[in-house]
């Protein structure tokens, strides 16, 4: 699949002159360090430029992991340390020829004893180029006799530690204009970055040095030049502290959510891709932070063509693609990206992240339109997760690799290998005649040949040639939903509903082969962070469909959360946990401790799963954690959050995320957060807290909010005063239920959800006394819908309170 690397904005690009110039400039062998970054995460840069698009080298087997059909392979002859480790990208190089340690003070205290400088490789289970980098490099005896000899190698799953990923990123980005995975940086002993890239070859390739060149140079140029290097490392690392810096000028407020809203509307408008939805050309990447923003957008501005405009930019590109190949019709959820504009061919890794999210999207988008589609997309997505991310326990593993053994067999791993299909393989598998169905040529037309009109299949295949540059997908179908289901029955002349069954048994019987093929790469890992996304996906989606099974996963996730990921004795998160041999659950010897984004979206999640189950002891744990958040991450003197401790000294930058990308930035979801909980707890103090980190990043909001959509809905939020809606009544009665099942089904996005019940010392009773007037009427639950201490008539009727919800939305269009 073609990859991209991109760039960052011309304004983050002003560090790249002090990139060590001793070091390049002897003979010009290094001149452009940077290798060819792949899997990285977009990051925003202005309209006009364009990124440059990368072809990968051709696959090879480099997994140890791989299964079916393959004889069992030899003992290792190399073990190193990283054996002992649980990450599964840590344990894919514990093989190698290369002296690696894990992250941490064994690893500092050699290099500073032996005065080596250290090479640190940073990367994760499912990226594609760093297992390319590992087989040509990491794997080879020379390269890691050369590595071992001369430095401290360190080897880091940078979603176990983000913080040490955003670090070195930020280094690389600055001197190279571009970054991704796998990141290649040498540091001194006292974790100083002076030299930093991306993928290398293992040989200088046309223009580009190998990695074994560019080893040789900076051992050369350790030993001879020294000075140089340390000087200009230095350099650059005091310039990335003042570059980097986000706080707010004293006394200053938030700024204008109205015009801040509209130009970041503008901004995506600008960027939309009409045909197939989407932003800018291929590749295209889900975003869901965009299309959640255009939908709360279009929810105070319902009445003007620009909200129309945000609704159908949002509702067209979830549409699009659903119907798209990179929406996985067999086996459910949604691949990372698609590598055209038309959603068909896909990047076909799978991430817990983009599940959780867009589930999320789906659901409100059933919210917003009505549309059955969406709400069955929603219901796919988890479908997907509780069958293929989930563990027993309750969490959720990270992600699927994009890279199997093809079914046929053979050493070599494929991209999409387990997902494509042969136009043979459909008929072989659903050869059944249709009755009653008009011919297909001169025969009885077969399931097969509505499924392959149906879904786009062709003898030839159907993925370009300008898609598959190594041929990897030569004569393979991606499923791809080319007519609607109406259409379909009409070329074979049945009916709507007999086509929609014949679809649905293919598609379950195609499943049942796929389920044959050997399995790509499950990184099991269970992360606080992206479980917290995946709570607020249960939890919401759930919570709209009314769907039991649903929410019992998602309290089940929130039990995992507190048992396996939350150490009360020390009132910490825990970044991670590991599936163990047995199946069970495993922590390290030397537990992560959470990060800012594990306590921003558990902190989120669980504020949805109250609002979805109404137990309040929800609610006590997210004021627990947010509690705990501020005392560790909060910058007294500038506002908003840092993204790791700031007492951690080998973390050199102190960090604020400003960019809604793959993920939420979490001083994003904390400021939504914080509005959050100043309601239902009533703290004035974190209400002005929210405040005060808007105000820091107002420069950002003000300028480019399109890189900060997810924090452009709290500033709205903000700027209106949420709503609060007020259940009175016994929790799992039929009329309490009656009323909730009417505030789930409209899409309030300013808005907090209580339930009060006869316990006259329950938690939100203490918090807030004035709920203390509110009471069922006459024997019945009884809603209360209050904003800024005014509160409307109570009413019992739910349909009443949705037409109290919509004349209140309406009302705040107007006044807008």
């Given at each position: ?17 002090l990139f ?49 059909g ?27 020829p290369?002296?690696?340690?894990p ?14 400088p ?55 980005q ?5 970054g991704?995975?796998p ?20 040989t ?9 060149t ?6 050369e140029?350790?030993q ?8 200009s ?6 310039a ?14 938030p ?8 130009r970041?509307?503008?901004q995506?408008a ?20 965009n ?18 405009e ?9 549409r699009?693609?659903a ?20 959603w ?10 983009d ?25 796919d997505?988890?479908l ?12 959720f ?20 290998a ?17 009755e ?11 399931r ?9 299949v062709?003898?030839q ?45 293919a ?13 790509p ?6 992360l ?33 959360l ?10 910490t ?59 560790l ?5 500038g ?21 809604d990308?793959?993920?939420?930035s ?7 957060n ?11 103090a ?9 105000a ?17 809905q709290?500033?709205?939020?903000e ?18 239920a ?24 329950g ?16 024997g ?37």
């Amino acid at each position: 699949m073609i990859r991209l690397a991109w760039r960052r904005s011309a304004s983050r690009n002003s560090l790249a002159p002090l990139f060590p110039a001793a070091f390049l400039k002897a003979d010009g062998a290094l001149q452009n360090l940077q290798g060819r970054g792949n899997c990285s995460r977009p990051i925003l840069h202005p309209a006009s430029e364009r990124s440059p698009l990368l072809r990968r080298p051709q696959p090879a087997c480099y997994l140890s992991m791989a299964s079916g059909g393959m004889s069992p392979p030899p003992p290792p002859k190399h073990t190193n340390r990283l054996a002992q480790e649980r990450s599964p990208y840590l344990l894919q190089h514990a093989h190698n020829p290369v002296d690696w340690y894990p992250w941490g003070q064994d690893a500092f205290d050699k290099a500073k004893n032996e005065d080596k400088p250290i090479f640190l490789s940073v990367g994760y289970s499912t990226c594609h180029w760093c297992h390319v980098m590992e087989r040509e490099s990491f794997e080879d005896e020379d390269i890691g006799k050369i590595l071992s000899d001369n430095f401290v190698c360190i080897k880091v799953d940078r979603e176990e530690r983000p913080d040490v990923d955003k670090v070195y990123m930020t280094f690389v980005q600055a001197t190279s204009g571009s970054g991704g995975w796998p990141m290649s940086v040498w540091l001194t002993p006292d974790l100083r970055p002076f030299i930093g890239g991306t993928y290398f070859p293992p040989t200088d390739h046309a223009r580009r040095p190998g990695l074994k060149t560019v080893l040789n140079r900076i051992i050369e140029q350790w030993q001879n030049n020294r000075p140089a290097l340390e000087s200009s490392g230095e350099k650059i690392l005091e310039a990335l502290k003042k570059g980097t810096a986000v706080a707010a000028n004293p006394g200053e407020g938030p700024p204008p959510a109205p015009a801040v809203a509209s130009r970041c509307f503008q901004q995506l408008a600008h960027s939309y891709e009409e045909e197939y939805g989407g932003f800018r050309d291929a590749p295209k990447f889900p975003t869901p932070v965009n299309l959640m923003f255009l939908m709360s957008y279009w929810s105070v501005n319902r009445s003007t063509s620009e909200g129309v405009e945000a609704l159908q930019m949002a509702l067209h590109t979830l549409r699009m693609m659903a119907l798209g190949g990179i929406h996985d019709h067999v086996a459910q959820g949604f691949h990372r990206y698609s590598t055209d504009s038309s959603w068909h061919v896909p990047h076909f890794e799978k991430m817990l992240y983009d599940q959780a999210q867009l589930a999320v999207a789906y659901i409100t988008a059933s919210q917003v339109s009505g549309e059955q589609l969406f709400a069955d997309v929603a219901k796919d997505i988890l479908l997907y997760v509780s069958r293929d991310l989930s563990d027993k326990s309750g969490g959720f593993y990270s992600a699927e690799d994009a890279d199997s053994v093809p079914a046929s067999g053979g050493p070599e791993k494929r991209e999409g290998a387990f997902c494509v299909w042969t136009a043979s393989e459909v008929r072989e598998h659903l050869p059944d005649a249709v009755e009653g169905a008009a011919r297909a040529a001169t025969r009885a037309a077969t399931r097969a040949d509505v499924f392959m009109h149906h879904y786009g299949v062709k003898e030839q295949g159907n993925v370009a040639l300008e898609q598959d540059p190594h041929g990897e997908l030569q004569g393979q179908n991606v499923l791809i939903v080319r007519y609607s289901v109406e259409l379909t029955a009409a070329r074979f002349g049945i009916s709507v509903e007999r086509a929609a069954e014949l679809l649905a048994s293919a598609r379950t019987d195609m499943a049942k082969v796929r389920r044959s093929r050997p399995r790509p790469h499950l990184d099991t890992k269970m992360l606080a962070s992206w479980s917290g996304l995946m709570l607020s996906a249960y939890a919401r989606v759930g919570a709209v469909l009314g769907d039991q099974a649903l929410l019992q996963r998602a309290v089940q996730a929130g039990n995992f959360l507190q048992e396996h990921l939350w150490d009360a004795e020390r009132q910490t998160m825990l970044r991670s946990c590991y599936r163990g041999d047995e199946m069970e659950v495993q922590q390290i010897s030397t537990p992560i401790s959470g990060f800012l984004d594990d306590y921003a979206f558990v902190i989120c999640g669980v504020l949805d799963l109250y609002e979805a189950t109404l137990r309040p002891q929800w609610l006590q744990w997210a004021e627990e954690l947010q509690r705990r958040q501020d005392a560790l991450f909060w910058d007294e003197q500038g506002g908003g959050y840092f993204c790791s401790d700031p007492g951690d000294s080998a973390v050199l930058l102190r960090l604020k995320e400003d960019q809604d990308g793959a993920e939420p930035s979490a001083n994003s979801v904390s400021a939504s957060n914080l509005l959050r909980l100043s309601h239902y707890c009533g703290r004035g103090a974190w209400l002005q807290r929210a405040r005060q980190l808007l105000a820091a990043f107002s420069d950002r909001l003000t300028k480019v909010p399109i890189a900060l959509p997810e924090m452009v809905q709290a500033l709205m939020s903000e700027h209106r005063t949420l709503q609060q809606i007020v259940i009175c009544g016994q929790r799992d009665a039929p009329d309490t239920a009656g009323l909730l099942a009417a505030v789930n089904s409209l899409f309030l996005p300013h808005k907090v959800l209580m339930h009060i019940d006869a316990d006259a010392d329950g938690f939100l009773r203490r918090r807030l006394p004035a709920l203390s007037t509110m009471t069922q009427r006459g024997g019945v639950a009884t809603a209360y819908v209050c904003r800024d201490s005014a509160c409307s008539l109570p009413v019992t009727d739910p349909q009443e309170l949705c037409r109290l919800l919509l004349d209140g939305a309406a009302a705040e269009t107007r006044a807008d």
